[in-house]
């Protein structure tokens, strides 16, 4: 089983910048893509950004030239750099990632972080 845990979130100003990182541990055999979401209030969870094992990227229209998703294979790490952050980026920010290993017969398992609060007053 693999185990996510955010960490960056946080209060700040409109026009700031804060910088998320989500660090997978457990029985890690294969990280396969790996991202972020969002969900605010009353909201579905969107998709943010997402990043493959070989580095192609996808970014939601909404975040595209403020944010940038990168990973370190590794450190079983992904990142998600923020910057020019609006109020309505507001939201709670989870982190997935799609894993493999022997437990699952090498099916892929989709497993999320507990989330981190990202709140930007204006």
């Known amino acids: 089983q693999v185990q996510l845990v955010e960490s960056g979130g946080g209060l700040v100003q409109a026009g700031g910048s804060l910088r998320l990182s989500c660090v997978a541990s457990?029985?890690?055999?294969?990280?396969?893509?790996m991202g972020w979401y969002r969900q605010a209030p009353g909201i579905q969870r969107d998709m943010v950004a997402t990043?493959?094992?070989?580095?192609?990227?996808n970014y939601a229209d909404s975040v595209k030239g403020r944010f940038t998703i990168s990973r370190d294979n590794a450190k079983n790490t992904v990142y998600l750099q923020m910057n020019s952050l609006k109020s309505e980026d507001t939201a709670v920010y989870y982190c997935?990632?799609?894993?493999?290993?022997?437990?699952?017969?090498?099916?892929?398992?989709?497993?999320w972080g507990q989330g981190t609060q990202v709140t930007v007053s204006s």
């Open positions: 997935q990632a799609f894993s493999k290993s022997p437990a699952t017969g090498w099916g892929l398992v989709t497993n």
């Open positions: 990043i493959t094992r070989g580095g192609s990227t």
């Open positions: 457990g029985s890690i055999f294969y990280i396969n893509d």
